[in-house]
């Protein structure tokens, strides 16, 4: 099924029209027709929104062979934070972490518990990895300031 089709699917779903959507996203009408009729997708902030909306993962709306609606919905906080943080390049950075993560547990017998708080350490570590980087590489005419974050 492709990203249109299970936009609309998720949100028939719900009961919701495309207004509801849009409200709710922040999305124009326009562009949620152009998702649903026209196979375009959209940048990955919008995957998100939806995504969130509709009550499904991103996981779940990019793969067109993913069936279950919640599939890796708990890596999309991460990712809708590194969005937020880094951009779509942070976001492709963030999954490739946790898809090489999961790896680690393949026919494991640890618990969902077990394995968020990997996840979370893992994640923690990676954007503490990010900022330094950040610090490091940025340069000084483009740093913010000590005394800006005391605004």
Do not use: C
Not at 53 to 67: G, N, P, R, T
Not at 81 to 93: L, S, T, V
């Amino acid at each position: 099924m492709t990203f249109g089709e299970k936009v609309k699917e998720a949100r028939l779903a719900l009961n919701l029209s495309q207004t509801e959507v849009a409200q709710l996203t922040g999305i124009s009408e326009r562009s949620l027709y152009t998702y649903e009729q026209q196979g375009v997708t959209p940048r990955m902030g919008n995957v998100v929104k939806l995504a969130e909306a509709l009550k499904v993962s991103v996981s779940y709306l990019m793969d067109e062979e993913e069936e279950d609606t919640q599939s890796h919905i708990d890596e999309d906080a991460y990712v809708a934070d590194a969005i937020a943080k880094y951009g779509a390049k942070g976001a492709r950075e963030v999954r490739d972490v946790l898809g090489r993560t999961q790896a680690l547990f393949a026919g494991g017998d640890l618990d969902d518990e077990a394995k968020d708080v990997f996840f979370q350490a893992i994640m923690q570590v990676y954007l503490e990895s990010k900022e330094k980087a950040r610090e490091k590489f940025t340069p000084k005419k483009y740093r913010k300031h000590p005394s800006e974050d005391r605004k």
